[in-house]
């Protein structure tokens, strides 16, 4: 039984060290916007002097905290509906626990930046979180997000899977995904022609709409389910059919 739990193990391990030679090579791996997400978020914090940020679905790391230029002031405020989530977190000025779908726990026009990282798919009602954010966010604030979207291949497993067994399946096969991956996913409005739509509703104006395609790496255990992610994404990508995009990268202003 040992033998042969050591001999799967090594043919999945031996499939992974082939399809992460292959990934480099993949046009639609190059673009990676949970990094552009970091990178944007941390270049918008450091604009002015004393800007407000509440990273929402904080969770237990602010992945952006790292660029914070203590000259500049800047207070990051994590909000996270579980306080056993944010009590991992030690980059925060300051935690507050809330649901942000019933309320964002900031005063009127207080925020600068309302930004999130893999959360708004957590969201089951993502029309009252944007409404909250439009009431938190100062005139010229901006709201940042980087989310999977519903109809990628992965996303739609997922949401016709029951939700235990998805979260033990995303654990077994990704070594490390405990307290990222696995929380319940709703995809709420998870497409960018949905996005677009409820923050358009709330007053916001979109200033960019990102998308990739990439998310084969979920499947680099078992190579033909890999190679036949990786060719449906090439499909997608050339149509540019952006609806059917694997992740978000939203962009948009409080006029
Ligand atoms: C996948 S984790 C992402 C954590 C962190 N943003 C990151 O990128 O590492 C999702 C987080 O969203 C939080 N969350 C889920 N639903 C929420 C809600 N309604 N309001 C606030 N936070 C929520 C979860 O508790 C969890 O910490």
Not at 86 to 110: F, M, S, Y
Not at 217 to 245: I, K, Q
């Amino acid at each position: 039984m040992a033998a042969a739990t050591r001999a799967l193990r090594s043919f999945l391990n031996a499939n992974k060290r082939i399809a992460d030679a292959i990934e480099p090579r993949l046009p639609q791996a190059r673009h990676d916007l949970q990094e552009e997400y970091v990178d944007l978020v941390g270049r918008l914090m450091n604009e002015r002097d004393g800007l407000v940020v509440v990273d929402v679905g904080a969770g237990r790391r602010c992945h952006f905290a790292h660029f914070r230029d203590p000259a500049k002031g800047t207070r990051i405020v994590g909000v996270d509906v579980s306080a056993e989530e944010l009590a991992h977190n030690t980059d925060l000025d300051e935690k507050r626990v809330a649901d942000a779908q019933r309320g964002l726990p900031v005063g009127d026009e207080e925020a600068d930046l309302i930004v999130s990282r893999s959360v708004v798919e957590h969201l089951e009602d993502v029309d009252a979180f944007v409404a909250n954010a439009a009431r938190a966010l100062k005139p010229g604030g901006r709201f940042v997000h980087v989310l999977p979207a519903k109809f990628s291949p992965h996303s739609v497993v997922n949401q016709l899977l029951p939700k235990r067994l998805g979260r033990r399946l995303v654990h077994t096969f990704v070594p490390g995904s405990e307290g990222r991956l696995g929380f319940p996913a709703y995809y709420d409005h998870c497409y960018p022609a949905g996005l677009r739509r409820v923050l358009r509703k709330h007053g916001f104006e979109v200033e960019e709409l990102q998308v990739s395609y990439y998310q084969s790496d979920y499947y680099g255990f078992f190579l033909p389910l890999y190679l036949a992610s990786v060719g449906y994404e090439l499909l997608v990508r050339a149509a540019r059919a952006e609806n059917l995009a694997a992740t978000l990268l939203v962009v948009a202003r409080r006029p």
